[in-house]
């Protein structure tokens, strides 16, 4: 607690980065308790690769952290398709640990403008944090997380594994995206295969190679043991 200048008779609270990160993390681990697999407290490997791509491109570490923090603290595919329930909530939070308002403002951005939907829509927000977090959330829609992920989700919505007669689709709209009930194989032709040539920076574009280069591997094994050609 300290006097604050020009208010000498008033004391306020100065709550410092660590104290908020340490906090945020405590908040996303009890609101994502018991939720969707690829989705709950442990996709927060995104707030790691996040941390390591912010060091080597120059963003802001403080604000990158916060925004892969809560990026999925209320993913619009368990919301009903609201996308604005996560950027809300996000700015709820940190106005009550009196975060600064352009950190709030920028952070509610990068939640407002993370995902794929699609990949068809142009981008109306930009920044070397979201572009951060941006490059670390899609790391982990790839490579042997990704596959894990895309299985278990797929397991959730009770979709096929894959079915030959229904062929991918690379031309739907963002509406069409988010109601896709289509089998998880196609997901890969749909947003994963996509995503290392989508990636913002050079350091996300160089980690996302391998992970992209297992996929294909993944999959080229699948369609033979599938077609029972090994």
């Known amino acids: 607690m300290i006097g604050r200048p020009g208010y000498p008779g008033r004391l306020f609270c100065i709550i410092l980065p660590a104290m908020i990160i340490e906090q945020t993390i405590a908040y996303v681990k009890q609101e994502l308790a018991g939720a969707e697999g690829g989705h ?97 959330d899609r790391l982990d829609a790839i490579g042997a997380i990704g596959i894990a992920r895309a299985f278990n989700y797929g397991g959730f919505k009770n979709r096929a594994l894959y079915d030959p007669a229904i062929a991918p689709d690379l031309n739907m709209t963002k509406a069409q995206y988010k109601s896709s009930t289509a089998p998880t194989i196609n997901h890969f032709y749909e947003k994963l295969l996509l995503l290392k040539d989508r990636m913002n920076t050079p350091t996300g574009k160089a980690m996302a190679e391998e992970r992209h280069q297992f996929m294909q591997q993944f999959l080229d094994r699948f369609y033979q043991e599938w077609d029972g050609q090994e």
């Open 40 to 136: 709950d407290w442990w996709h927060y490997r995104v707030w790691k690769a996040a941390k390591q791509i912010a060091e080597k491109e120059g963003a802001d570490i403080f604000v990158v952290e916060l925004g892969a923090l809560l990026h999925d603290i209320a993913d619009s595919k368990f919301h009903g398709g609201d996308d604005e329930v996560g950027p809300a909530k996000a700015r709820a939070f940190l106005l009550q640990l009196s975060v600064e308002p352009a950190v709030v403002d920028h952070v509610e951005n990068i939640i407002r403008h993370i995902s794929f939907k699609g990949g068809k829509e142009a981008a109306t927000f930009s920044s070397p944090e979201l572009s951060a977090v941006q490059d670390a």
